[in-house]
């Protein structure tokens, strides 16, 4: 079944109040829901109501009070329809519902995690529960009372307020909680089980106190702070930053062990994997703490971008999940580096969101159609969205951006809203036209633009030619041209922009060239001096570029733009370059030459105390083997990318040894732990430099000895990945790994990072290793996160394993994918994705990968999930 945008209707009946309750048992759970209807559409006076419904058992019907005869309603496991409404158009349904928390594997309704009760409703996971009109522009007010043995489950949460509590005898007991605010089904949450928990106050900009809890396992509790800490900074920043304060009496967050996603937003009960909850030093990375922020973050800026204002139909996603990703990036931004925050932003977009747009599952940012709305959640809903946010603020500036975003919050408070009318807003307080903006969610594939200049020293002039084009998409072979914002600068030789006098050919203005047509010839006066051109400063627009410089003015803006992120995207567009060309030399037997500029330039940026130690991190942390490969394009051979990448880091490592050792020595001592951003960018520092450092003599001690000295987990990680990746199958490789799992044996999170670090060994020999991973006791192929440190890192981060010429790979993720899809179909396709690039490698490689898919495709009864992304992978 196909779900079309232009098929959208409202709901007929709209349901004023929700009461549930639920008499909790992990085998036979009943489910009572008392819904009010009231019919929304006069005009269908005779229509049926129809409910939906996932897997359900019906045991009673009621209506008004009155037992349902068997004929005046059906009801099926996915679907409950009642024939003939009363015709006032309002009454009660009162419906009994069994369910088997026990059982449901799929983590998607309620389901048990880790002995506890919990819930994933978003997208269509509340028909699991019961029979409801599962949509999101169907918004309620929900009173819930859980029921349970006290024994089993002390604690019983779900959203909104508390209202009362008390014992029901026989060891059992109950609590009620009531939601002021209407919300779609999808935000509803109930957790219930025996958990620890970590609590704080906060009080709101205008004096409201609000009770947060974290709740995790016991004995967990004191990894939890760091959670606290990022959850109390983000209701601060949404005040400062959006004006957006809290709206009930308490802020509840669970962490659970079993969770498809990263979390989840329900109104005042988060529910998180437990990943991004917990951290200590011990056990988590560098990485884990930002990412706890970020998601943290996320989450909770959803209560007013989603929740408050959430989304007319499953086709507006990027209405809350775009605008609310481009608000955790601009916190994540404001607490910590800003110029870094951006550079592994952007590299997270290229990483995940161009390869999808470039390839068969490509979609608009808003999709037009879906067969399986779970398989919309992707890299181009989140972070193109974001960035289409980004580049309306770019466009407008900051203070109309802040005024659209306040009349957008002052006029859709309480709405299922749209696309068009977050757009609107913008247009109301701008008095700007955007509907050729608009193509950005309407349009999928990544522009790209053709650059070059030339300066006429006589007239005094700068000519720069730029020209647009998008690619076809699946089901989109002709596009519209786009309104691309492009920030850009004239850099003069002191590293300074230079002003010119005027610019004609295109509207320019406050350092952004606006493309808006096929071709657009610039021509910038007043510049005596021929300047080095600095484009997509920011990288203000999600565009492939190509620009014909001069190398030497690549290697000017990478040494001398005063803009870091230009800078890092100077260098790593000479590294690139020279990666592709090195790939396509190291088919041949000679050694790899690299320019010896390039090797120096590396070398500055490594030793260059003025910059941060973050940037000098990111910048010598080369494009990974997947990103050349992707610049590449087709007839990818993933042997040669290795070898171009592995030639290029023991060239700068030899180039510049005398240089980076002391640096990485002056880096030892950094005294206590704390996880803020200056420490971790000097760990950073530390640990790329480790890598280079591991190529040379003595390498491999000095990775060994990095690794038993390790006083946190992101320098243990760092020093066991480098063992294992530059000095595979050694002694000191195998004691390390083998010291790590006696240690971590019993944590799941770090054996996470011992099983991906595994996954990542380069090679043909890594698929044997993972397939006999899979059954080592700390792995469990019923947990997503053991699943994709694994089986997804290997897919996804593991060039030469994945892509082994015979196919092993390929056939290993089909395996895999085919055990899962019942048991989980979302974490089958999502699995599944990895295989989305097929069509760029080499012919041999891709006859094996188009198998592997047919395989999957050849299996009876296969998810709608897993059989919607393998045909429109091999389509
Ligand atoms: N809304 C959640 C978030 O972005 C993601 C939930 C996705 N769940 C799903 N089953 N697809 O924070
Ligand atoms: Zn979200």
Not at 17 to 29: G, I, N, V, Y
Request: aromatic share 8%; hydrophobic share 40%; charged share 25%.
């Amino acid at each position: 079944r196909v779900f079309r945008l232009e098929d959208y209707r409202p709901s007929p009946f709209r349901i004023p109040e929700s009461h549930l309750t639920f008499e909790l048992e992990p085998d036979a759970t009943v489910v009572r829901a008392k819904l009010l209807f009231e019919r929304a559409d006069d005009t269908r006076a005779d229509a049926p109501l129809v409910l939906d419904g996932d897997e359900l058992e019906l045991i009673e019907a009621r209506l008004d009070g009155a037992l349902l005869g068997a004929d005046a309603f059906t009801a099926a496991p996915d679907r409950f329809e009642l024939k003939a409404p009363p015709a006032s158009g309002r009454f009660t349904l009162e419906l009994v519902t069994r369910i088997v928390p026990s059982r449901n594997t799929t983590l998607m309704g309620l389901y048990r995690s880790g002995g506890n009760y919990c819930t994933q409703c978003e997208a269509e996971g509340f028909r699991r529960i019961t029979y409801y009109l599962d949509r999101p522009d169907v918004l309620s007010v929900y009173t819930v009372r859980i029921e349970a043995k006290k024994s089993e489950a002390p604690l019983l949460l779900s959203n909104g307020n508390p209202v009362e509590n008390g014992d029901l005898g026989g060891g059992r007991h109950y609590a009620v909680w009531h939601d002021p605010f209407p919300k779609p089904s999808y935000l509803f949450a109930l957790v219930a089980g025996d958990l620890g928990v970590v609590r704080d106050r906060f009080t709101t900009m205008s004096g409201r106190p609000v009770e947060l809890g974290i709740y995790v396992e016991h004995g967990k509790e004191n990894r939890a702070g760091y959670a606290m800490d990022a959850l109390r900074r983000s209701m601060r920043w949404d005040e400062e930053v959006f004006g957006r304060e809290y709206d009930l009496d308490v802020f509840n967050i669970v962490a659970v062990s079993d969770f498809n996603m990263g979390a989840m937003e329900n109104k005042g009960l988060n529910i998180f994997n437990d990943k991004y909850v917990l951290a200590d030093e011990e056990t988590a990375t560098d990485t884990d703490f930002a990412n706890i922020e970020a998601i943290i973050a996320h989450e909770y800026f959803h209560n007013w971008t989603g929740n408050r204002i959430t989304c007319r139909d499953w086709f507006q996603l990027c209405l809350k999940e775009g605008l609310t990703v481009y608000r955790d990036h601009e916190f994540s931004a404001d607490q910590r580096s800003r110029a870094v925050e951006r550079i592994a932003d952007v590299r997270t977009l290229r990483a995940h969101q161009f390869p999808e747009d470039q390839g068969p599952l490509a979609h608009p940012v808003r999709p037009r159609r879906y067969r399986e709305i779970n398989n919309f959640y992707t890299a181009t809903v989140y972070e193109k969205g974001s960035e289409v946010v980004r580049m309306i603020r770019t466009i407008l500036g900051p203070d109309d951006f802040r005024l659209g975003m306040d009349l957008y919050f002052a006029r859709h408070d309480g709405d299922a809203a749209t696309i068009e009318d977050f757009i609107t807003v913008f247009e109301e307080v701008s008095g700007r036209d955007l509907s050729q903006f608009a193509l950005w969610y309407h349009q999928a594939g990544t522009p790209s633009i053709a650059v070059t200049s030339n300066h006429d020293p006589k007239r005094g002039e700068l000519v720069v030619e730029i020209e647009q084009s998008v690619p076809p998409t699946p089901g989109e072979t002709r596009k519209r041209l786009m309104h691309i914002p492009l920030a850009f600068g004239l850099v003069g030789t002191d590293g300074r922009d230079v002003t010119y006098r005027s610019a004609e050919g295109a509207t320019v203005e406050n350092g952004v060239i606006h493309l808006r047509k096929r071709r657009h010839v610039i021509r910038f006066s007043g510049l005596n001096e021929r300047p080095a051109l600095s484009l997509n400063r920011g990288f203000s627009a999600p565009v492939t570029l190509t620009l014909e410089q001069k190398r030497e003015d690549q290697l000017f803006l990478a040494r001398n733009d005063s803009d870091p992120f230009s800078r890092w995207q100077a260098f790593t567009k000479l590294v690139s370059d020279a990666l592709i060309d090195g790939s396509r030399r190291s088919r041949g037997q000679k050694p790899l030459e690299w320019p010896a500029d390039l090797l120096q330039l590396a070398g500055d940026i490594a030793t260059d105390g003025k910059l941060e130690a973050a940037f000098r991190a990111l910048t010598l942390s080369l494009p990974s083997e997947a990103d050349i490969a992707r610049e590449i394009g087709s007839n990818i051979d993933p042997d040669t990318v290795h070898a171009a990448r592995n030639g290029l880091v023991f060239a700068i490592a030899q180039a510049n040894g005398e240089r980076l050792a002391p640096v990485y020595d002056s880096l030892a001592d950094m005294g206590p732990f704390s996880p803020d951003a200056a420490s971790a960018g000097r760990r950073a520092l530390r640990n790329t430099l480790l890598d280079y450092l591991a190529t040379l003599p003595g390498g491999k001690e000095r990775a060994a000895a990095h690794f038993t000295s390790a006083s946190n987990m992101t320098d243990r990680a760092a020093g066991l990945s480098v063992l294992a990746h530059r000095h595979s199958g050694t002694e000191q490789a195998e004691q390390a790994l083998e010291a790590f799992e006696a240690r971590f044996g019993d944590n799941p999170l770090a054996m996470d990072k011992w099983f991906t670090i595994q996954a990542m060994v380069p090679g043909a020999s890594t698929v044997d290793r993972v397939r006999a991973l899979t059954a080592h006791p700390a792995y469990s192929g019923n947990n997503p996160n053991r699943v994709r440190a694994l089986v997804g890192s290997f897919a996804s981060g593991n060039q030469t394993g994945f892509h082994r010429p015979d196919g092993a790979g390929y056939r290993l993720l089909a395996d895999v994918v085919i055990d899962l899809q019942q048991k989980n179909p979302q974490l089958a396709a999502r699995l599944a994705t990895a295989l989305r690039s097929w069509r760029s490698v080499e012919p041999q490689r891709q006859a094996k990968a188009r198998e592997a898919l047919l395989h999957i495709a050849a299996v009876e009864n296969l998810s709608t999930d897993v059989r919607d992304i393998v045909e429109r992978t091999l389509a």
